[in-house]
């Protein structure tokens, strides 16, 4: 040991820190102990297993996941999820090393980014439709159209509602796994030998439920996958990322379609809700700051001339649009920490002790309220921030902190920009989101907005909203766009 751990809560004998693990808006906490303790980067002992080591500034986070990703691109052991439910196919679990390195090649091979792209638009257009009788539950509507979207691209699915299979059943593993991925979610991450207690054993009701999981994730796997294969031999099968597999030439081993399988069972699991709360957020935040919206909505009239929906040859090309989803990434993070990396051998950062095993989070939410990075009143929505005096984008502030670090960092980045891109611009050049109104029928506060995070996940509150075609125009392109969805 060459040096003290980083300072943290003081803690007490045996349990170390454990009553300090915040159950609650993790990352304010975090903020907290981060400032009691005069240091960005801070420590919790845990009576048992790995100390958990919290990166507060963008500085420590680039310093360590970046600039020394080959130590810090762990997962932490979790025995439950990785061990008894063998969900270890799933990349955001899988430990660093050689399946990793596979896995991630695998998803670079036959995840790109622009062959989704119809599947986006059909989604949206669909969205648009939608939306406009909605007052109520809109939430609903965006986590289906991000749902769509992903099963679309995965596997040429169409799914008309939540309640079918392949909808339902990732969204059953998503909720059932929350529980299983907090910290001390089971004593078995805790103490892992209690893995080989047998089931019938009194206390190790675990094992029934890892089983459970078990039968549940490997369905959510395959079961979709299966479906398409089973169409593609029938010659029904809609274009795909699946079916683009199945149909190239190139030799397929039964492992390589295995790990095809894995990674594409991943992206729902992986893109649907993250992607759905930054598109709440943007509601949201258009819901609150009409002047924003109306901004949004001259910058996009400007760019097409009033005459048509957003394509994705508009990408890229409306500044004030890219600066309305930076602010959207950066003022609520659908993300408020990483995922925990872990260490995969000892290290020594600034004076500071760092054993191998310890996991490590970076606050991002935090990290993304850093006055010096992005200006003054970071809680408030100011999309300007990221625009130069001349109008145009200033690429020098990002907010890719908002996908995590180093190698670890979110694989599906540019996907869900682009789906993102296309929400945005489309809701802005064809509805007017109105008031955000609470349950309890009052018009929301931009300065008391809260949102709950639970796990990594940031939650808006639940509010109700109005979607009005912004012209008769709009409302005939929404109506032709619709119909002209065609997977
Ligand atoms: C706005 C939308 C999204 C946000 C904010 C987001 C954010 C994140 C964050 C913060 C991480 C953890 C990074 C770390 O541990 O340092 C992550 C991991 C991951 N994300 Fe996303 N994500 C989004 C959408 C998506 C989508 C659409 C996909 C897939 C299509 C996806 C796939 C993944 C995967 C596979 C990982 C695990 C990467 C690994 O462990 O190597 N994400 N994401």
């Not at 969900?87 to 790109?112: C, F, Q």
């Not at 593993?173 to 892992?192: C, E, M, R, Y």
């Not at 395959?222 to 030439?249: D, M, N, P, V, W």
């Amino acid at each position: 040991r060459r040096g003290p751990l980083p300072p943290g809560p003081p803690g007490y004998p045996i349990i170390g820190n454990l009553l300090d693990i915040p159950s609650e808006n993790g990352w304010k906490a975090w903020v907290r102990m981060s400032r009691d303790a005069g240091s960005d980067i801070i420590c919790l002992r845990l009576p048992v297993g790995p100390s958990l080591v919290v990166l507060n500034s963008a500085r420590c986070a680039e310093a360590l996941l970046v600039k020394r990703s080959a130590i810090y691109s762990d997962r932490p052991r979790m025995v439950m999820l990785q061990e008894l439910v063998r969900a270890d196919w799933n990349v955001a679990l899988m430990p660093y090393g050689e399946n990793y390195k596979a896995s991630r090649k695998t998803w670079h091979k036959h995840i790109d980014v622009p062959f989704s792209r119809p599947h986006a638009v059909m989604a949206v257009n669909r969205l648009l439709k939608e939306l406009l009788p909605c007052k109520k539950d809109h939430h609903k509507l965006i986590r289906l159209a991000t749902g769509r979207f992903i099963l679309s691209a995965g596997y040429g699915i169409q799914a008309e509602s939540a309640e079918e299979t392949f909808i339902e059943l990732p969204e059953r593993w998503i909720k059932t796994i929350s529980h299983a991925s907090q910290l001390g979610g089971f004593l078995v991450d805790t103490i892992p030998f209690l893995k080989m207690v047998p089931s019938w054993v009194p206390g190790a009701g675990f094992q029934k439920k890892a089983k459970d999981m078990k039968e549940l994730t490997e369905n959510v796997r395959t079961l979709a996958f299966k479906h398409t294969q089973a169409e593609f031999a029938k010659g029904t099968a809609i274009r795909s990322y699946a079916t683009r597999f199945l149909e190239s030439t190139e030799e397929k081993t039964a492992e390589e379609t295995d790990a095809v399988c894995s990674i594409i069972g991943n992206l729902y699991l992986a893109g649907a809700d993250t992607t759905e709360l930054a598109l709440l957020s943007f509601v949201l935040a258009m819901a609150l700051h009409p002047e924003v919206q109306k901004k949004g909505q001259e910058a996009i009239d400007e760019a097409l001339g009033g005459t048509r929906l957003p394509t994705f040859s508009d990408i890229g090309t409306i500044p004030y649009v890219d600066a309305i989803i930076n602010e959207t990434l950066r003022w609520k993070p659908a993300v408020t920490i990483t995922i925990p990396h872990g260490t995969t051998q000892d290290d020594f950062y600034e004076g500071y002790f760092i054993p191998k095993n310890t996991m490590v989070i970076a606050n991002l939410a935090h990290i993304l309220a850093d006055e010096k990075t992005y200006g003054p009143k970071p809680d408030e929505f100011i999309p300007e921030r990221f625009l130069k005096a001349d109008g145009s984008l200033d690429r020098s502030i990002s907010v890719n902190a908002a996908f995590g670090y180093g190698r670890r960092q979110c694989t599906g980045m540019a996907m869900a920009r682009e789906m993102i891109w296309m929400t945005v611009a489309s809701v802005l050049c064809s509805i007017d989101v109105g008031p955000a109104i609470s349950l309890e029928g009052k018009p929301l506060d931009p300065a008391t907005v809260e949102y709950k995070p639970f796990g990594t996940l940031n939650f808006p509150p639940t509010f109700n909203c109005t979607f009005t075609p912004r012209s008769d125009t709009a409302k005939r392109w929404i109506e032709e766009a619709s119909i002209a969805v065609r997977y």
